[in-house]
Structure formats: structure tokens, C-alpha cells
């Protein structure tokens, strides 16, 4: 079946931009994870949906991140003010629930370079 | 809070030679333990976890890890490489009591020569 999915695969734009990052979560997953990955570190968690609320945001570095997931699928992250410092690979993940046990299928992630 | 180190940030090997990457965590809960691959230009997917029961744990593609409580490791394990194993490897934990968040080491770059 289709895996996670994300769009676009690379973006760039400019400091001070508004930027929005898609995931397509595999179907009937309830859980949805994002994760920022900067170069020669480990994924960092920044928020996960469990069905359309926000369970923990406690990941996201400042008000100028936002994420939402209207009706329990589809997520956008949405980055304003951009800063060369968001450049990142952003990585979104789903699973069946939101149980420590259940497995975390990721998507192929995003590229955002701040210019 | 949880930490997760990983010792080498990259190891060289030829092939069919075993292969060791080494995992340690910090945690002041009980967590689960995790290790994905990350080959080029690929998404992460899950080589194995430990969740209970025997600490040897055995995944995908011929890895084995195995589960030490009392030395807070998690060391990844197969013991012939192919070329087809060079990727970067992460070792992640999530605490069992509240959420599935996973805390994530730096990563490990196995480089796997001819």
C-alpha cells in the first residue's frame, strides 16, 4: 500500500517567507508526527496529532511554527518569518496510534532551504 | 528527559565482516527502543525494536540488537555486511509511559568497502 507521503520534496525561499510543508499520512493511521532533521543531526521531534488535535506540541521551537490537521489525516507545518536557520530536511510520520508500541512509518521528508 | 548517544558517528568496514554500532540512552523513565535505517535518498524505515520480553531482539536484513539495562546500551549488530548495508543508522527511544515521541541519536554512517 502507499506509504507517507510529503509535498513538496524540495522548497526554497527567502528569509522572512511564509512556507507550508504537506503530509499525507497512510490511511487509517490516527497518529501523525512531524520531526526536524538538520544536517549531520538526528531527527528532533516538534509535534504529533493524535486524530485532529495537537497531543504535544512541546517540539516546536517558537510561535512562528504552526501545524494543523483539520480532519484527521492530511497535516500541513506551517513556517512564517522564515530564518536561515529553518533550513532543515522536515520529516512527517504516522502510525496506527499513538501507543510507544506502535510502529512510526516516515515519509521521505521535505528539503527547505532559507536563502 | 531522554538523551540518546551513538558513539561513531561513522564506521568503515569490508564486506562480510561483522559490524557493531553502538548505542547508549539516558532516561529517568522506562522506555522503548528503537534502531531505523536511513539508506540514500530514502525515507527512515524500522530495522528492529525492543518493547519487553528477551533482550536479543532480531529485525530486518540480518540485524540483531541486543538490550542492556543495566549499561543503558542498545548496540546494533549483524555479523557479515554486504554493500548494500551502507546507509546511516539512528538509534531512537520513546518513553513507555506517556506518548510514542521519539528522542533520536545523532546518527551512525556504516560505510560498508569492497
Known amino acids: 500500500g502507499a506509504g507517507v507521503s510529503q509535498t513538496p520534496s524540495n522548497k526554497v525561499t527567502e528569509k522572512g517567507k511564509y512556507v507550508e510543508l504537506r503530509c499525507d499520512p497512510i490511511s487509517g493511521h490516527t497518529a501523525l508526527y512531524w520531526y526536524r532533521q538538520s544536517l549531520g543531526q538526528g531527527p528532533e521531534f516538534l509535534i504529533y496529532?493524535?486524530?485532529?488535535?495537537?497531543?504535544?506540541d512541546s517540539g516546536l521551537p517558537n510561535d512562528r511554527f504552526f501545524a494543523v490537521r483539520p480532519e484527521g489525516s492530511v497535516s500541513t507545518l506551517k513556517i512564517q518569518r522564515t530564518e536561515r536557520g529553518d533550513s532543515a530536511v522536515y520529516l512527517c510520520?504516522?502510525?496506527?496510534?499513538?501507543?510507544?508500541?506502535?510502529?512510526?512509518?516516515f515519509g521521505p521528508g521535505t528539503r527547505l532551504t532559507v536563502l | 528527559a531522554q538523551s540518546v548517544t551513538q558513539l561513531d558517528s561513522q564506521v568503515p568496514v569490508f564486506e562480510e565482516a561483522p559490524v557493531e554500532l553502538r548505542c547508549n540512552y539516558s532516561s529517568s523513565v522506562s522506555v522503548y527502543l528503537f534502531w531505523y535505517v536511513q539508506y540514500p535518498n530514502q525515507g527512515l524505515q524500522l530495522l528492529l525494536k525492543y518493547l519487553s520480553g528477551s533482550t536479543l531482539v532480531k529485525g530486518i536484513n540480518g540485524f540483531e540488537a541486543e538490550f542492556n539495562k543495566s549499561q543503558t546500551s542498545f548496540h546494533l549488530r549483524k555479523p557479515s555486511v554486504h554493500i548494500s548495508d551502507t546507509a546511516e543508522y539512528f538509534c531512537?527511544?520513546?518513553?513507555?509511559?506517556?506518548?510514542?515521541?521519539?528522542?533520536f541519536g545523532a546518527g551512525t554512517i556504516l560505510r560498508v568497502k569492497s
Open positions: 496529532f493524535q486524530g485532529t488535535g495537537a497531543a504535544d
Open positions: 510520520a504516522s502510525s496506527l496510534g499513538s501507543l510507544g508500541t506502535d510502529t512510526q512509518y
Open positions: 531512537a527511544v520513546s518513553p513507555m509511559e506517556y506518548g510514542n515521541k521519539l528522542v
